[in-house]
């Protein structure tokens, strides 16, 4: 049973930063691929960040270049380091699995970012 908890969310002006941080309990050795999400009110869910086994990374368009994915194997724990942060940044985040797992999903951390 995998267990995700994501945490570090809050709010933040314009131009600030936030570090989100996603636990994990549970095996994972059998995902390839972590990633973060956001799901923004009235949109759809989308992947923003993915990071791999192998240590691959990549991002959406609207976040190259100010989102930084990392993660802690020891500590089984995902990092998404979030700089010059933009109102239309303003989400709830999630953790999964890339491709997502329905049954990983957590609460979530809301990230708002005031202009």
């Known amino acids: 049973q995998v267990q995700l908890v994501e945490s570090g969310g809050g709010l933040v002006q314009a131009g600030g930063s936030l570090r989100l941080s996603c636990a994990a309990s549970?095996?994972?050795?059998?995902?390839?691929?972590m990633g973060w999400y956001r799901q923004a009110p009235g949109k759809q869910r989308e992947l923003v960040a993915t990071i791999t086994s192998a240590g691959t990374i990549n991002y959406v368009g609207s976040v190259k270049g100010r989102f930084t994915i990392s993660r802690d194997t020891a500590k089984n724990t995902m990092y998404l380091q979030m700089n010059s942060l933009k109102p239309e940044d303003t989400a709830v985040y999630y953790c999964n699995a890339v491709p997502r797992i329905r049954d990983y999903w957590g609460q979530g951390t809301q990230v708002t970012v005031s202009s």
């Open positions: 549970g095996t994972l050795f059998s995902i390839n691929a």
